[in-house]
């Protein structure tokens, strides 16, 4: 047998044990030693059938992702699978753990699932761009009903395991011995009368009507997603071409989609995010320090959403304010957040009353003390953090890892004010901080190896994803951010409009414009962060003199009629900016959506060149993984950097040396690393080796 799939024989039935850690990938080797596995079952007399296990916390975890772009290596998932079902001996999967995309459509060959208290099942293949390929589409449909399956595979939800029983995805919950379990299950369907396996059992479809109710629900999407597309109308095969024929369109939609530019992209961003997690120059075997209780200073927006973050992952919080007027309004806000979560019966009363227990109120400093992690999240002030952080210094213990939120201020400055820069690091959280999966964790220059991997490991243990980043203005997000925003005041001040301005971003992708997402967060932001450091944005700020900071005041860039929540554009709003344009001596001119995208997305990839070079992000993917996950970048392009490979940095580089020479503007010229690519043909993705 192979060596990563043990035979052995347990009371008359033979057992195929998967041991390929550390997910028990569908590798070659596996693939083989299952095939080998279900015909030797099969040959031996003394058997009465096969049950399929994994060693270790995964049944099987999906494909192995280090063949993908290869050339396939036999034996194929859907010939294993095959063998399974034209086997005379029942077949049955033990599932101890997760069962995801191949590692489902596995199970869903054999003639029973039993799943254990800690499986999880699902189709997740349409993250990746892709549809399940070796006959999900086809066997889900016919085991649970393809209106109940569609959406599953559509969205790639991994059910827990009395889900997946409760669906009929696995046919019992087993809480003692799973093995024992699946081998009685063995030996009875041996000895019942044989059943038809799932390749024909057509019945078990459903109704043709809901499945076309079903997918209609997700026609918007199937518009926009071709692996959405190509999944309804692969369920729908199983009602119109004979299971083989719907497995071969299958394979075919499998291979379109693998080779389709977007799907390309989801699977760069799969890649990305993992890659994010491996961290340069941290030595390895370096452990985190235990975070068992964590003070937040700052009951505002961001301080109570982080405070709830860490509540909903079950860790105590003692959110810190200077007076008690404004801890009760942070609370009571809280509160309120989750009362709203149980209205809408996403939360149950009994979890709403668990978190608020796990946030402890308290005014002053002092209260920090004790606290394995502070993370300070006042006023965007220097002077004010680096005192904070000198306090903090003397209140807390050595090792208390001190970090603040910063959205772009000197992480080396505040680490200074204190006797222990290396307890010093940045963890920028990104708003709504209980909901937003992104969390930049800042390296500052005498940040310890330890402090590091504590605050990497608590944004997992908060369900966010970690991208480490170096000290600079903005950091990676904000920093490529500020160029968009740059470009987008003075499209205004040339000749364009808000709403032709939105709809070029929102037309590529974003779900919404800048001008759109300023009026949501509210203009004054914006204007008092300029005040303060002496910046200007004459549009922006004219609107701000006027009184039109955004919806809480009914009008902004647009006007919000009767507390709208959707703006329309405002006449007023295209006069002032003339009158803005006019005062500059700015002839205004008719300005095209293609140069409208360009020049909102060419420079943040400019500026995610300078980054890379600076050393800044240690990779093109952490810039991608940054976008995606903390400002909604559309995850069909993959990210900025994925974007600019894909469009060819010689035409980006082109278009932002004649931008640069239209208007003057000379932050638009190529970054020298942009240049340098540029003329050598290269690419981003080239420099990870590097």
């Not at 049950?51 to 294993?80: C, H, M, N, R, W």
């Not at 009994?350 to 308290?362: F, T």
């Not at 909102?600 to 890379?612: D, K, V």
């Not at 050393?615 to 909604?632: M, Q």
Request: net charge neutral; proline share 6%; charged share 20%.
């Amino acid at each position: 047998m192979s060596e990563v799939v043990s035979y052995s024989l347990r009371d008359g039935v033979a057992i195929a044990t998967i041991d390929n850690p550390p997910v028990n990938a569908l590798s070659a080797a596996v693939r083989a030693g299952l095939l080998a596995a279900v015909r030797r079952a099969a040959e031996d007399a003394e058997v009465a059938g096969l049950v399929i296990t994994g060693a270790g916390a995964a049944f099987i975890a999906g494909a192995d992702i280090t063949e993908f772009g290869k050339p396939p290596a036999p034996p194929a998932l859907g010939d294993v699978i095959a063998a399974m079902e034209a086997s005379p001996k029942p077949v049955v999967a033990a599932i101890q753990g997760v069962a995801l995309g191949g590692g489902l459509e596995v199970a869903l060959g054999c003639d029973a699932r039993l799943a254990g208290p800690k499986a999880r099942l699902g189709l997740p293949e349409v993250k990746l761009g892709i549809l399940p390929g070796a006959g999900g589409t086809q066997r889900a449909p016919r085991l649970i009903g393809a209106a109940v399956a569609l959406p599953l595979i559509a969205s790639g939800e991994h059910l827990p395991a009395a889900r997946a029983v409760e669906l009929g995805l696995a046919d019992a919950l087993v809480e003692g011995d799973l093995l024992a379990a699946a081998i009685a299950k063995v030996k009875d369907l041996a000895a019942a009368p044989p059943r038809p396996r799932l390749n024909a059992r057509n019945e078990g479809l459903g109704s043709r009507e809901a499945f076309e109710a079903a997918a209609k629900a997700l026609a918007k999407r199937a518009a926009e997603e071709p692996q959405v597309a190509a999944i309804i109308q692969s369920v729908r095969n199983a009602y119109d071409l004979p299971f083989e024929a719907a497995l071969q369109a299958e394979r075919d939609f499998f291979i379109q989609l693998r080779d389709d530019p977007r799907s390309k992209a989801l699977r760069h961003v799969f890649f990305a995010e993992r890659e994010a997690a491996r961290i340069p120059g941290l030595p390895k075997g370096t452990a985190s320090r235990p975070v068992r209780r964590v003070a937040v200073l700052g009951a505002g927006t961001m301080g109570g959403g982080i405070s709830m973050a860490f509540a909903n992952a079950g860790i105590p919080v003692t959110m810190i304010e200077t007076d008690a007027g404004a801890l009760e309004r942070g609370l009571q806000r809280i509160d309120g957040i989750y009362a709203t979560s149980v209205k809408r019966g996403s939360l149950t009363p009994e979890a709403h009353a668990g978190r608020m227990a796990l946030i402890e109120g308290k005014v002053g400093l002092e209260a920090a003390a004790g606290a394995d992690l502070v993370v300070e999240a006042v006023f965007e002030d220097l002077e004010l953090k680096k005192e904070i952080f000198a306090k903090l210094d003397r209140i807390t213990d050595p090792g208390t890892v001190l970090a603040s939120n910063t959205s772009y201020l000197d992480i080396d400055q505040m680490a200074a004010a204190t006797s222990r820069p290396g307890d010093v690091l940045g963890m920028h959280f990104f708003s709504p901080a209980n909901v937003m999966k992104l969390l930049e964790v800042v390296r500052a220059a005498r940040t310890a190896p330890e402090a590091l991997a504590t605050a990497v490991e608590v944004g997992r243990r908060l369900a966010k994803v970690p991208v480490v980043v170096g000290v600079c203005h903005g950091f990676v997000g904000n920093r490529m951010l500020s160029r968009r925003t740059q470009q987008a005041e003075r499209l205004l001040q040339e000749g364009a409009l808000p709403e032709q301005v939105d709809k070029a971003l929102t037309d590529f992708g974003f779900r919404m414009g800048p001008f759109a997402m300023g009026d949501l967060a509210g203009l004054d932001i914006g204007w008092r962060i300029r005040k303060a450091t002496g910046g200007s944005a004459p549009v922006a700020d004219a609107l701000c003199e006027a009184g039109r900071l955004g919806q809480k005041t009914g009008r902004g860039y647009y006007a919000y009629p009767e507390g709208a929540r959707a703006g329309v554009p405002d006449p007023e709003v295209a006069a002032l900016i003339e009158g803005v344009s006019a005062r500059l001596g700015i002839a205004r001119r008719a300005i095209g959506q293609e140069e409208i995208t360009e020049r909102l997305i060419y420079p943040m990839i400019n500026e995610g060149a300078r980054i890379l070079e600076e050393g800044i992000a240690a990779r093109p993917g952490d810039i991608d993984v940054v976008w995606l996950y903390g400002y909604n970048w559309p995850a069909w392009r993959g990210g900025p950097m994925h974007y600019a490979d894909a469009t060819g940095l010689a035409h980006i580089a082109q278009r932002l040396s004649h931008y640069a020479e239209a208007t003057g503007d000379e932050s638009l010229r190529p970054a020298p690393l942009l240049a340098r690519l540029a003329a050598e043909g290269g690419s981003f993705s080239g420099l990870k080796a590097a």
